[in-house]
């Protein structure tokens, strides 16, 4: 089945095996859903009848809720309490656990299935709980990364994974298992795996290199973190040649340390690399800082690890100030995406929010700083053929950042 949101529904009056006994519809999840939702209605109370809940999956349960809930949700990585994550391409069925029959039963059953629908998600990739040294509880981080509005957050804390057996079921918010590799040459963020590496130990640069392709091998995303941070081990120096996925250039309050992984990641677009960059609050209790700032705006295709990964890797990513302020992105559908390939002479458009009068939206290539505008309206559209060997934006009040897109490549 494809082709966009699907809704079934049922009575079910007829139970030919009578109680204690089970009633199971089938229905098909392809490939496009992103969600299934699941709801029913039996007479209770004065009735007396009672009938379970659960799915099954390719012929093995995946969740049972007896009574208790009218209505369910499964996703790829959330899903809701009594049912288990994962994969939803495939045969499924609604299965009714036939307790008690009441006079005139029957079971109203709803299924939706939400199809995949691309949209801008905001999250933090790069925090810390008290698993390492950020002080606060899982649940914690997870209360304020959703107080500050976020979609997701990555809780990195310092080589350990310990933090990420602890996730609990919110529907609100979507958490990424991470590590943060520490070592005396540099930190690197790995995304995606409960425990990307077997032993975080690095005693040479090599070291570092090679924990990073033992990640990469086991299907982490990996960001390179703060490189010109100024703290024991806190400079990355395991070059640049390392097998990596993006490049952190904003970490936490604006800098001299982001100032130089700005303008090294200018250096290395200019010659030629295509290097997706991220933000992060680096949040520590002691730090004061808040999730969210900086936020990096993705658009995603779901809003699932998978997806969130996906739209890092690609490039897919607007790094902003806070997560509901000054926002880019393509101003029409048919336009290309940040991160795209595009072809000499191709027009570009940019749609800019959330802007205030004295902002700067800045034009870069590889010849540095090509075009200013002084915007007066909080929404100003920008439109460019693409030429040279990249084009990026970014938006500045004053000395302060408060915006940076990733580029558009030649093809």
Not at 305 to 321: C, D, M, P, Q, Y
Request: contains cysteine.
């Amino acid at each position: 089945m494809s082709g966009g949101n699907q809704h079934f529904t049922y009575v079910i009056d007829s139970f030919p095996e009578g109680e204690k006994s089970f009633v199971e519809i089938p229905f098909e999840v392809g490939a496009d859903i992103e969600r299934i939702e699941v709801s029913y209605h039996f007479p209770f109370g004065g009735g007396g009848s009672v009938i379970d809940l659960g799915v099954a999956q390719n012929g093995r349960m995946r969740g049972w809720t007896g009574s208790e809930r009218g209505h369910i949700t499964l996703e790829e990585d959330r899903a809701t309490p009594g049912y288990d994550r994962g994969p939803l391409a495939g045969s499924w069925h609604v299965v009714l656990g036939i307790v008690k029959i009441g006079p005139n039963c029957k079971v109203d059953l709803d299924i939706r299935l939400v199809a995949r629908t691309p949209r801008w998600v905001v999250g933090d990739l790069h925090s810390h709980s008290e698993h390492s040294d950020g002080g606060v509880t899982v649940l914690d981080a997870m209360y304020r990364a959703r107080s500050a509005g976020l979609d997701f957050v990555a809780i990195t804390d310092h080589n350990t994974v310990s933090q990420n057996t602890i996730r609990p079921d919110d529907p609100g918010l979507l958490v990424i298992p991470a590590i943060e590799l520490t070592s005396f040459y540099g930190h690197t963020n790995f995304f995606g795996l409960e425990k990307p590496v077997a032993d975080w130990r690095c005693r040479s640069p090599k070291d570092v290199a090679d924990k990073m392709a033992e990640a990469r091998a086991n299907g982490a995303t990996i960001i390179i973190n703060h490189p010109f941070q100024n703290s024991d081990g806190g400079r990355w120096q395991a070059g640049f040649e390392v097998d990596f996925d993006a490049y952190e250039i904003w970490n936490g309050n604006w800098s001299v340390m982001n100032e130089q992984g700005l303008a090294f990641w200018q250096e290395l677009l200019s010659s030629g690399r295509k290097i997706p960059a991220t933000g992060g609050s680096d949040f520590h209790l002691k730090n004061r800082r808040r999730h969210g700032s900086p936020a990096n705006r993705l658009h995603v295709e779901t809003c699932s690890i998978r997806g969130v990964l996906e739209a890092v890797r690609k490039g897919r990513n607007v790094i902003t100030f806070q997560p509901d302020e000054t926002m880019a992105m393509p101003a029409a559908d048919d336009l290309p995406m940040f991160g795209d390939s595009v072809a000499a002479g191709q027009v570009i458009g940019v749609q800019f929010s959330g802007l205030v009068a004295g902002d700067e939206i800045r034009t870069i290539t590889e010849n540095g700083v090509v075009a200013k505008e002084q915007v007066t309206e909080a929404r100003h559209i920008l439109e460019r053929r693409f030429e040279g060997r990249f084009v990026r934006f970014e938006v500045w009040y004053g000395d302060r950042p408060k915006l940076f897109t990733n580029p558009y490549y030649a093809e």
